[in-house]
Every structure is written in C-alpha cells, then in structure tokens.
C-alpha cells in the first residue's frame, strides 16, 4: 500500500545530541503527524500538525509541516534514554480520517 | 482522555482457531475504528476501517471473510480472525476517533500479539 518515505531508518545516538529525522510524500495531506511506539505497545501521539508551515513544539520534541504539505519534519533536543523507541510520521486523509504511515525511525541513545 | 483499550494484549493459540480481539474507546464515542496489522520491524499497515453501525471497508489485500469485523455500538469494535494459520501470527493494533468532531488524530490501543502454532 501507499507509504510515506521517512528517513533515517535507525539512528544511534549519545545522549545529550539532538535528533532530527523527517518524512515526505507524493501526495499532499491536510494533516500530518508524529507517533512514538516502544516495543509491544501501539504508537502514542507526540505532535499534530494541521496548517501548512506550522511550527509546533511539545517539550524537547520540535516538528514542522512543509510549506507544500507533502513533507515534515520532527527534531529531538537533548535526548535522553527513554527516547529510544521508534518514531512514526503519518498522514492523515481530511475525507477519511485513515492514516499512511512512514516506514517508520528506530532510535537509539546511548547513556 | 482519548483512551482506547484492546484485549487480550497476548494470545497464543494452535492452527485452525478463530481468535476475537477487543477494541474500546473509555472515555468517548468512537464512530470510526481502524484496524492495523504490524509483522515485525515493519510499519503498520492498516487491514479495514469500521463504522459505528455500518459494514467495515476493507483495504485492499484484506481477505473480509478471514478478517470479521463488527462495530455495533459506539464504544467496541471487534476483530476476528477466522481459522487462523501461523501466516497469521502478527501483532494487531486498533485505532479510535470521533469522526462527529471532524477527524482528529487516532488514538491507538496497545496492540494484540497474536501467535498461531
């Protein structure tokens, strides 16, 4: 099925870094956002975006919606170790309300 | 808010069996629910959306009859896989949203591993 390109595919990281991974598509979506998973739990919301262009910030996570709306990014400051996990982008269909997921980004910190 | 609880979070089970998983939304009413399927170290991929009261869409792939769904009232929908085959074995993640309130973002379960020996 259809997927959003999300890169890297898996960062290893120091603590203390900052992270920064992203996600693009073909096809424009009026609403985008960012999910958490950690192993054998479903994905938690970090961060919705819904204006083209949007800057939206929840604590240590930053992420920005793409003038175009086909692409977004999500930066973490100051990692720490229970960043680790993976992290989903997602684009959300205004007519349908279904979800496209990236192909998703595996964190690592190193303490 | 925005609580959605899935059970059995774990099922381990022989070929042939049909298993029913369970999706609740707590604390709202959740006309529209989605169905995912994750194998491991993959994306989730979602299997068929179900509408409070109406027969679920299924996306394309998704064999209906293998994979029965109802979503009778505002606060369950469940899942059954029929006969199920080791192929089968994934882990299976429910989503829930009040579609009445334009399409804010899912809110997921915690996932239903599902093992067929």
């Known amino acids: 099925g259809q997927q959003l390109n999300q890169s890297p595919q898996s960062m290893f990281i120091q603590e203390g870094e900052d992270v920064s991974m992203n996600c693009t598509s073909s096809s424009i979506f009026n609403t985008w956002l960012w999910y958490k998973q950690d192993p054998g739990e479903g994905p938690v919301l970090l961060i919705a975006l819904y204006k083209a262009g949007e800057l939206t910030s929840n604590g240590r996570l930053t992420a920005q919606f793409g003038i175009t709306r086909k692409d977004s990014f999500l930066n973490i400051s100051a990692s720490i170790p229970s960043d680790v996990g993976i992290y989903f982008c997602?684009?959300?269909?205004?007519?349908?309300?279904?979800?496209?997921f990236g192909q998703g980004t595996t964190l690592q910190v190193k303490p | 808010g925005a609580v959605v609880s899935q059970h059995p979070s774990r099922v381990i089970c022989k070929s042939g069996t049909s298993v029913k998983i369970e999706c609740r939304s707590l604390d709202f009413q959740a006309t529209t629910m989605f169905w995912y399927r994750q194998f491991p170290k993959q994306s989730l991929m979602l299997m068929a959306t179900?509408?409070?009261?109406?027969?679920?869409?299924?996306e394309q792939g998704v064999e209906k009859d293998k994979f029965l769904i109802n979503h009778a009232s505002l606060t369950l929908s469940t899942l059954t896989v029929t006969s199920a085959h080791p192929e089968d074995s994934s882990f299976y993640i429910c989503s829930a949203l009040d579609s009445s309130q334009g399409y804010q973002p899912q809110h997921f379960g915690d996932g239903t591993r599902l093992s067929i020996l």
């Open positions: 179900s509408n409070e009261g109406s027969k679920a869409t299924y």
């Open positions: 997602a684009g959300q269909s205004s007519n349908t309300g279904k979800l496209i």
